[in-house]
């Protein structure tokens, strides 16, 4: 079993939608939790991180955290094109070494 | 500049020859991590550092791959004798003491022919 596990999707949506973005992980001993965003031939960017279980909000992004289920998400309201990418979830697990999910594929339909 | 920069963007190289890349870390950071993806896939954990210190080295990772961080600063990542399957982005990292959060340099892309 993978420690960070994602549907590679793609995930389509349409502009002005709320985008879920799931990940699940393997490792109870895992504390924090990161969404990053990768744009086609870039690097990936952090855009938010979660330590507690419940959510956590800031500005169109929300993650969401449930340790006893181990799992993740991201919403993403009012969904645009630029947030077209890949969306990757990662944790430091209990080793402190960082593990990305293989990312899911987000498209924004105009 | 005051972000993660990685050296060359782009190396081409034939099969069996050896290839060094660079990583210079956001100054403060004393965290760096070195990271392999192919299309498609999420960044692959190859190692990492804390300091000058190498804290974990994947077990996937074949002894033609090793790294170093003198002087706990800047970073290199050699392979030797590269194979086709070598062929990827090589992207580093670094992070502030423990707080995880990881800053990307644009990534090396190799191409092995």
């Known amino acids: 079993q993978k420690e960070v596990e994602q549907n590679s999707g793609p995930l389509s949506v349409p502009e002005g939608a709320i985008a879920s973005l799931n990940c699940t992980y393997s490792?109870?001993?895992?504390?924090?939790f990161f969404w990053y965003r990768q744009y086609s031939g870039k690097s990936p960017e952090l855009i938010m991180f979660i330590y507690s279980n419940g959510d956590k909000e800031d500005g169109r992004f929300t993650a969401q955290l449930n340790k006893a289920s181990q799992y993740v998400s991201l919403l993403i309201r009012d969904s645009q094109p630029s947030d077209s990418a890949t969306y990757l979830c990662?944790?430091?697990?209990?080793?402190?070494?960082?593990?990305f999910g293989i990312g899911t594929k987000l498209q924004v339909i105009p | 500049d005051t972000g993660v920069s990685q050296d060359p963007r782009h190396k081409i190289t034939k099969r069996g020859q050896n290839v060094t890349f660079r990583c210079d870390p956001i100054?403060?950071?004393?965290?760096l991590y070195w990271y392999r993806q192919t299309l498609g896939q999420g960044p692959e954990f190859l190692t990492y550092f804390q300091n000058e210190a190498q804290l974990e080295k994947s077990r996937l990772l074949s002894d033609r791959f090793s790294a170093e961080r003198p002087k706990g600063s800047f970073s290199t990542l050699e392979i030797q004798r590269t194979e086709q399957g070598d062929s990827a982005m090589y992207l580093c990292a670094s992070s502030a003491n423990t707080n995880e959060k990881l800053f990307f340099g644009s990534g090396t892309q190799l191409s092995v022919l």
């Open positions: 490792d109870r001993g895992s504390q924090s």
């Open positions: 100054s403060e950071h004393n965290r």
């Open positions: 990662a944790t430091p697990g209990g080793y402190q070494k960082v593990t």
